[in-house]
């Protein structure tokens, strides 16, 4: 059956570091993937999206990679400030039916 | 724009009750997707709408859930009887190309 998995435990690391959440998926074929922010008690917010053709993809401080042989995205942040701090979702295109799935995500925790 | 607009915030009621969420989608967008999200099972898809026609409502739990979108800026996701273990966040969210969604700040729904 289709699975995304996402570290469950919570990912702590220093203020000004490089922060790296995984997503591991199985079963999928996806045409594209997508990474999504979560603070509590608020609605993902879109960050970004890459194409199964795409290696890499970045936008100011954050770099996704997507590697369709081991199925795995990365999703890094580097020089992570506390505002970064929140949860962070990895969703799968569903092969042709215009929705997605979503993994459990990763809470993220930057301290100061 | 005022992003997606979901009503009520939160929802207390008892077991047995209708529940009604709404949902008004972000102007111009064409695709309408209502989720649940619990720690236990993440966020998971509901129902799907395109041009206000359902597309995939796979993931309604059962009979007592029931969606609608009679027109482009209104859709509803009522649950008839409510039971405790519908207690969930229910979020909608709304995309115009069908790959990067908006989601509204969610429903916290407490059945007791």
């Known amino acids: 059956s289709q699975k995304i998995e996402q570290n469950s435990e919570a990912l702590n690391i220093q203020e000004g570091k490089t922060a790296t959440l995984t997503c591991n998926y199985t079963?999928?074929?996806?045409?594209?993937l997508q990474w999504y922010r979560q603070d509590p008690g608020r609605g993902p917010v879109f960050l970004l999206l890459?194409?199964?053709?795409?290696k890499e993809k970045r936008k100011e401080r954050l770099k996704v990679t997507f590697d369709t042989t081991l199925k795995q995205s990365l999703f890094h942040i580097t020089a992570s400030q506390p505002a970064d701090s929140a949860t962070y979702l990895c969703?799968?295109?569903?092969?042709?039916?215009?929705?997605?799935?979503f993994g459990k995500g990763t809470m993220l925790l930057v301290s100061p | 724009d005022a992003g997606v607009i979901q009503s009520p915030r939160h929802e207390v009621t008892e077991m047995g009750q209708e529940v009604t969420l709404r949902c008004k989608p972000i102007?111009?967008?064409?695709?309408l997707f209502w989720y649940r999200q619990t720690m236990m099972r993440g966020l998971e898809l509901l129902i799907y709408?395109?041009?206000?026609?359902?597309?995939?409502d796979s993931g309604m739990p059962e009979d007592r859930f029931s969606a609608k979108m009679p027109n482009a800026s209104f859709s509803t996701l009522k649950i008839q009887p409510s039971e405790p273990r519908d207690s969930a966040v229910y979020f909608c969210?709304?995309?115009?190309?069908?790959?990067?969604?908006?989601f509204g700040p969610g429903t916290r729904l407490l059945v007791l």
């Open positions: 969210a709304s995309s115009e190309v069908q790959e990067t969604q908006y």
């Open positions: 079963n999928y074929s996806p045409a594209y």
């Open positions: 890459i194409r199964e053709n795409e």
């Open positions: 969703a799968l295109e569903n092969s042709g039916y215009s929705t997605l799935t």
């Open positions: 102007s111009g967008h064409n695709s």
């Open positions: 709408f395109n041009n206000n026609v359902p597309i995939d």
